[in-house]
Protein backbone atom coordinates (compact mmCIF):
# COMPACT_ATOMS: atom_id res chain seq x y z
CA UNK A 1 0.00 0.00 0.00
CA UNK A 2 0.97 3.27 -0.88
CA UNK A 3 -0.53 6.28 1.13
CA UNK A 4 0.61 10.17 0.08
CA UNK A 5 0.04 12.17 3.24
CA UNK A 6 -0.88 15.83 2.84
CA UNK A 7 -1.09 18.14 5.95
CA UNK A 8 -4.02 20.21 5.40
CA UNK A 9 -6.14 23.19 7.43
CA UNK A 10 -9.28 21.88 4.75
CA UNK A 11 -10.02 19.62 2.15
CA UNK A 12 -12.79 18.05 0.40
CA UNK A 13 -13.58 15.24 -1.86
CA UNK A 14 -16.91 15.91 -4.25
CA UNK A 15 -18.58 13.20 -6.02
CA UNK A 16 -20.84 13.87 -9.25
CA UNK A 17 -23.48 16.56 -7.87
CA UNK A 18 -23.59 14.86 -4.39
CA UNK A 19 -22.50 17.89 -1.51
CA UNK A 20 -18.70 17.75 -0.60
CA UNK A 21 -17.31 15.52 1.56
CA UNK A 22 -15.14 18.17 4.07
CA UNK A 23 -12.41 18.45 6.66
CA UNK A 24 -10.60 21.07 8.88
CA UNK A 25 -7.40 20.99 10.02
CA UNK A 26 -5.91 17.32 9.51
CA UNK A 27 -4.44 15.12 7.15
CA UNK A 28 -5.50 14.34 3.27
CA UNK A 29 -4.60 10.57 2.35
CA UNK A 30 -4.66 9.53 -1.19
CA UNK A 31 -3.65 5.87 -0.67
CA UNK A 32 -3.56 3.42 -3.43
CA UNK A 33 -3.46 -0.83 -3.20
CA UNK A 34 -0.87 -2.95 -4.44
CA UNK A 35 -1.04 -5.99 -6.54
CA UNK A 36 0.62 -8.26 -4.05
CA UNK A 37 -0.84 -5.76 -0.50
CA UNK A 38 -2.51 -7.36 2.17
CA UNK A 39 -4.08 -5.56 5.72
CA UNK A 40 -0.44 -6.98 7.40
CA UNK A 41 0.93 -3.57 8.69
CA UNK A 42 -2.50 -1.45 8.47
CA UNK A 43 -3.09 -1.22 12.18
CA UNK A 44 0.88 -0.31 12.49
CA UNK A 45 0.45 2.26 9.88
CA UNK A 46 -3.05 3.83 10.99
CA UNK A 47 -1.09 3.96 14.41
CA UNK A 48 1.73 5.97 12.61
CA UNK A 49 -0.26 8.40 11.08
CA UNK A 50 -2.25 9.07 14.19
CA UNK A 51 1.65 9.60 16.18
CA UNK A 52 3.19 10.98 12.86
CA UNK A 53 4.43 14.71 14.72
CA UNK A 54 3.98 16.96 11.76
CA UNK A 55 1.80 19.86 13.31
CA UNK A 56 3.71 23.08 14.70
CA UNK A 57 3.88 23.57 18.68
CA UNK A 58 3.84 26.87 20.26
CA UNK A 59 7.84 27.42 19.55
CA UNK A 60 7.14 27.23 15.46
CA UNK A 61 8.27 23.25 15.85
CA UNK A 62 6.77 20.08 14.06
CA UNK A 63 6.30 18.60 17.27
CA UNK A 64 2.52 17.84 17.61
CA UNK A 65 0.51 14.51 16.49
CA UNK A 66 -3.14 14.48 14.36
CA UNK A 67 -4.71 12.97 17.86
CA UNK A 68 -2.57 16.29 19.50
CA UNK A 69 -4.01 18.94 17.57
CA UNK A 70 -7.78 17.08 17.45
CA UNK A 71 -7.47 16.71 13.43
CA UNK A 72 -9.18 14.55 11.22
CA UNK A 73 -8.26 12.48 7.91
CA UNK A 74 -10.24 12.61 4.74
CA UNK A 75 -9.05 9.11 3.21
CA UNK A 76 -9.74 8.95 -0.94
CA UNK A 77 -8.30 6.26 -3.20
CA UNK A 78 -6.10 6.64 -5.88
CA UNK A 79 -4.85 3.75 -7.86
CA UNK A 80 -2.72 5.59 -10.01
CA UNK A 81 -0.34 5.71 -7.08
CA UNK A 82 0.80 2.83 -8.89
CA UNK A 83 1.33 3.89 -12.50
CA UNK A 84 4.32 3.22 -14.00
CA UNK A 85 5.83 5.17 -15.95
CA UNK A 86 9.15 3.85 -17.16
CA UNK A 87 8.08 2.84 -20.37
CA UNK A 88 6.15 4.94 -23.09
CA UNK A 89 3.88 8.06 -22.79
CA UNK A 90 1.03 6.02 -20.80
CA UNK A 91 1.27 5.10 -17.45
CA UNK A 92 1.34 0.94 -16.79
CA UNK A 93 -1.54 -0.07 -13.87
CA UNK A 94 -0.38 -3.41 -13.64
CA UNK A 95 0.65 -3.53 -9.93
CA UNK A 96 -2.47 -2.14 -8.70
CA UNK A 97 -4.76 -4.36 -7.15
CA UNK A 98 -7.93 -5.37 -8.66
CA UNK A 99 -10.76 -3.22 -7.72
CA UNK A 100 -13.00 -5.51 -5.24
CA UNK A 101 -9.69 -6.48 -3.64
CA UNK A 102 -8.37 -2.80 -3.44
CA UNK A 103 -11.69 -1.72 -2.00
CA UNK A 104 -11.74 -4.43 0.55
CA UNK A 105 -8.44 -3.18 1.73
CA UNK A 106 -9.13 0.51 1.46
CA UNK A 107 -11.72 -0.18 3.63
CA UNK A 108 -9.60 -2.60 6.10
CA UNK A 109 -7.01 0.44 6.07
CA UNK A 110 -9.94 3.11 7.11
CA UNK A 111 -11.01 0.59 9.98
CA UNK A 112 -7.36 0.48 11.16
CA UNK A 113 -7.65 4.28 11.31
CA UNK A 114 -10.99 4.45 13.06
CA UNK A 115 -9.48 2.51 16.02
CA UNK A 116 -6.89 5.09 16.77
CA UNK A 117 -9.73 7.41 17.39
CA UNK A 118 -9.17 9.54 14.44
CA UNK A 119 -12.33 10.94 12.91
CA UNK A 120 -11.93 9.65 9.09
CA UNK A 121 -13.92 10.67 6.05
CA UNK A 122 -14.07 8.87 2.79
CA UNK A 123 -14.89 9.34 -0.61
CA UNK A 124 -16.21 7.19 -3.06
CA UNK A 125 -14.26 4.45 -3.69
CA UNK A 126 -14.10 3.69 -7.46
CA UNK A 127 -15.56 6.86 -8.43
CA UNK A 128 -14.40 9.77 -10.28
CA UNK A 129 -13.80 12.56 -7.64
CA UNK A 130 -12.62 16.35 -7.35
CA UNK A 131 -10.61 16.64 -4.46
CA UNK A 132 -9.46 20.05 -3.11
CA UNK A 133 -7.30 21.42 -0.21
CA UNK A 134 -5.17 23.53 1.32
CA UNK A 135 -1.88 21.95 1.71
CA UNK A 136 -0.31 23.67 5.04
CA UNK A 137 3.75 24.14 5.18
CA UNK A 138 3.31 22.08 2.60
CA UNK A 139 4.02 19.00 4.18
CA UNK A 140 3.48 15.70 2.00
CA UNK A 141 4.78 12.49 2.63
CA UNK A 142 5.10 8.94 1.18
CA UNK A 143 4.23 6.23 3.83
CA UNK A 144 4.13 2.23 2.56
CA UNK A 145 3.46 -0.63 3.97
CA UNK A 146 6.34 -3.28 4.45
Given at each position: ???????????????????P?????????????????????????????????????????????????????????????????R???????????Q??EA??????F??A????R?P???????????????????????????
Open positions: MRVVLQRVSQASVSVDSAAITIGQGFLLLIGIGRNDSDVGFSRLARKVAGLRVFEDSQGKMNLSLRDVGGEILAVSQFTLYGDTKGRRPSFSTAASTEALFLAVSLAVEIVKTGKFGARMSVKLVNEGPVTLLLETP
